[in-house]
T-cell receptor, first 109, second 113 residues
């Protein structure tokens, strides 16, 4: 089993749709959680950190469920510019970070 | 503010050649790391450093060496290039460690023939 697993997609949604991504992790000692966005052939960029109480940034909402060991990302009112690959990132204690393989999102007009 | 700078952006090598991928950051970050990204896979940690003079292995360290003589620079050396090392390489940094988000360079695309 991979340490961090994501649905690879792709998710194809129309503009204005709400889309949700889930990510599961295997190490119960994981400490920090992030969502990154990666555009085609570009470097990953931080979208948002994920806090235990859940957090929101504009159209984006992140949730953490430690008991079930998953994190989620909700995108509301999707824009064409949201088309990208979304990477789930988990730190496994120590100084190591584990990346999921990413979920591809295509938003169509 | 340059952030994390990687050079070169593209490189083609022959099997058996050696080379160094350069990474520099100007944010005074203590933590730096190298990842490789292959199609259909997430980024995999090669080596990391928690400060000048301190390095450690990540998930896929074989065939790579690193050093950290200054806070700013964290070069990655391929000792004897193999086709399996064809990949996109990203360098990243964060202020003190992985509990904080990492800032990435824009990558080096490396092909080994």
């Amino acid at each position: 089993r991979k340490e961090v697993e994501q649905d690879p997609g792709p998710f194809n949604v129309p503009e204005g749709a709400t889309v949700a991504f889930n990510c599961t992790y295997s190490n119960s000692a994981s400490q920090s959680f992030f969502w990154y966005r990666q555009d085609c052939r570009k470097e990953p960029k931080l979208l948002m950190s994920v806090y235990s109480s859940g957090n929101e940034d504009g159209r984006f909402t992140a949730q953490l469920n430690r008991a079930s060991q998953y994190i989620s990302l909700l995108i509301r009112d999707s824009k064409l510019s949201d088309s990208a690959t979304y990477l789930c990132v988990v730190t496994n204690g120590g100084f190591k970070t584990i990346f999921g393989a990413g979920t591809r999102l295509f938003v169509k007009a | 503010n340059a952030g994390v700078t990687q050079t070169p952006k593209f490189q083609v090598l022959k099997t058996g050649q050696s080379m160094t991928l350069q990474c520099a950051q100007d944010m005074n970050h203590e933590y730096m790391s190298w990842y490789r990204q292959d199609p259909g896979m997430g980024l995999r940690l090669i080596h990391y450093s928690v400060g000048a003079g301190i390095t450690d292995q990540g998930e896929v360290p074989n065939g790579y060496n690193v050093s950290r003589s200054t806070t700013e620079d964290f070069p990655l050396r391929l000792l004897s290039a193999a086709p399996s090392q064809t990949s996109v390489y990203f360098c990243a940094s964060s202020p003190t460690g992985v509990l904080q988000p990492q800032h990435f360079g824009d990558g080096t695309r490396l092909s080994i023939l």
